[in-house]
């Protein structure tokens, strides 16, 4: 069974930091690149950040741009997400998605079921 796994969210502060991690089964992330989505309730799923597959290259959305940092460790078939200086606005439930590198984005093969970030006091 081909599948991704998001772990790693929770409640934090404002200012707090999470890091997400993206674990594969089934099949090997080396050949594809990996992006990081969210959607906060009522508003439309956006790119927060993406990596190539040899993890030369990465994009980051302004808004989490300085704040944010994707990772990969192919060893490991597993991307991360560090996430620091957490707004409540970074609340969302945030996807991993494997597929092709776009540069600003991944043309989207397989998706994770999701995890719940919650920035709040």
């Known amino acids: 069974q081909l599948q991704l796994v998001e772990s790693g969210g929770g409640l934090v502060q404002p200012g707090g930091s999470l890091r997400l991690s993206c674990a594969a089964s089934?099949?090997?992330?080396?050949?594809?690149?990996i992006g990081w989505f969210r959607q906060a309730p009522g508003k439309e799923r956006e790119g927060v950040s993406c990596i190539t597959s040899s993890g030369s290259n990465t994009y980051y959305a302004d808004s989490v741009k300085g704040r944010f940092t994707i990772s990969r460790d192919n060893a490991k078939n597993t991307v991360y997400l560090q996430m620091n200086s957490l707004k409540p606005e970074d609340t969302a439930v945030y996807y991993c998605?494997?597929?092709?590198?776009?540069?600003?984005?991944?043309?989207?093969?397989?998706w994770g079921q999701g995890t719940q970030v919650t920035v709040s006091s």
């Open positions: 089934g099949f090997t992330l080396d050949y594809y690149a």
């Open positions: 998605a494997a597929g092709a590198w776009r540069i600003t984005t991944v043309q989207t093969k397989y």
